[in-house]
């Protein structure tokens, strides 16, 4: 069984900044790579942002320039330190852990609202 947790949600004002953790434990495969998606009221869940086990990353459009992702491979954390935040940012956000076998796991996420 794996499990992930995500934490750091918050409500904060528009301008602000915020830092997501987020880290995998239990019978973890290999990772490929882990990944924050997002999803605000009536909208389907989007990636946001992912890095692989190499340190590629790959970005929203929407949050290139104001979000960034890190990780700690051996402990199987995953951050994503949010700057300039606008209240489109909104939404639950999602912590993914793929394996090199593509199984993957998400968590139960942590809300982040964005008050203008």
């Known amino acids: 069984q794996v499990e992930v947790v995500e934490s750091g949600g918050d409500l904060v004002q528009a301008g602000g900044s915020l830092r997501l953790s987020c880290a995998a434990s239990?019978?973890?495969?290999?990772?490929?790579?882990m990944g924050w998606y997002r999803q605000a009221p009536g909208k389907e869940r989007e990636l946001v942002a992912d890095?692989?086990?190499?340190?590629?990353?790959k970005y929203a459009e929407s949050v290139k320039g104001r979000f960034t992702i890190s990780r700690d491979g051996a402990k199987n954390a995953v951050w994503l330190q949010m700057n300039s935040l606008k209240p489109e940012d909104t939404a639950v956000y999602y912590c993914?852990?793929?394996?090199?076998?593509?199984?993957?796991?998400w968590g139960q996420g942590t809300q982040v609202t964005v008050s203008s």
């Open positions: 993914k852990h793929t394996s090199i076998w593509g199984v993957y796991y």
């Open positions: 239990g019978s973890i495969s290999n990772t490929y790579s």
């Open positions: 890095i692989t086990s190499g340190g590629s990353t």
